[in-house]
């Protein structure tokens, strides 16, 4: 079975700085998917970024990007120039990849950041 | 941009009762899943379905639960004997096709009483 840790239980920032949050995991597979989604308090889960374990390459999106150590079993989630609107619940999730590359959409999340940023 | 929609967003019963949450997932979507949020809690999976059948589900998905596509455009959990520890954050979500992009509702929030 597949355990996602975040250790922060909460974090704050203020606006136009950066914040790191940081995620463990710990799985046997090899194929696999990680996921930051953000849940701000309409509790809505929004989808932040995707990063394919298969990749060294880390990915970015926008003011959002993570630094995934594969080998540590690490990836942290890095928002530049953190806006007001970024104030949220973070979760890092696991998905297992299926043969093919395919993933069954069974999402293994940790028990979530909550980031408030400040003016 | 499309939406998965679930209603209600806030469903109160008395413990003992039948319930039915309701989602619209996206409309090319052939995925669906169930996940619940007990408050203070991690998010949990709960159930996956495609082409009109579970494909996974978590051991938390017992017997009381069960879930259906009514139609082309509903997916539904039913919960039969609502229990007090039931009370959670219901997400619905949805995906294209067996890929790792899962795009969540807003919840329902179920209160057993």
């Known amino acids: 079975a597949q355990t996602v840790t975040q250790s922060q239980p909460e974090m704050s920032v203020q606006e136009a700085e950066t914040v790191t949050l940081s995620c463990t995991y710990d799985?046997?597979?090899?194929?696999?998917?990680l996921f930051w989604y953000k849940q701000p308090p309409s509790r809505q889960m929004i989808l932040v970024i995707r990063?394919?374990?298969?990749?060294?390459q880390n990915a970015t999106e926008n003011r959002f990007s993570v630094n995934f150590q594969k080998a540590a079993k690490s990836f942290s989630l890095k928002i530049s120039d953190s806006q007001l609107g970024d104030t949220a619940m973070y979760f890092c999730?696991?998905?297992?990849?299926?043969?093919?590359?395919?993933?069954?959409?069974?999402?293994?999340f940790g028990q979530g950041t909550i980031l408030t940023v400040h003016p | 941009e499309p939406e998965v929609t679930q209603t209600p967003s806030h469903q109160v019963t008395q413990m003992g009762q039948e319930v039915i949450l309701r989602c619209v997932p996206i409309?090319?979507?052939?995925?669906f899943y169930w996940y619940r949020q007990i408050l203070g809690q991690k998010v949990e999976f709960l159930v996956s379905?495609?082409?009109?059948?579970?494909?996974?589900k978590s051991e938390i998905f017992d017997d009381q639960f069960s879930v259906e596509r009514p139609d082309g455009s509903n997916f539904t959990l039913k919960i039969r004997s609502t229990k007090l520890e039931d009370s959670a954050m219901y997400f619905c979500?949805?995906?294209?096709?067996?890929?790792?992009?899962?795009?969540f509702g807003s919840g329902t929030q179920l209160s057993v009483l």
């Open positions: 999730a696991f998905m297992k990849a299926g043969a093919g590359g395919t993933s069954y959409g069974k999402l293994t």
């Open positions: 409309s090319n979507h052939l995925y």
């Open positions: 799985t046997s597979e090899s194929n696999y998917y």
């Open positions: 990063q394919e374990a298969y990749k060294q």
């Open positions: 979500a949805s995906s294209r096709d067996r890929v790792e992009k899962l795009f």
């Open positions: 379905f495609y082409n009109n059948e579970i494909s996974e």
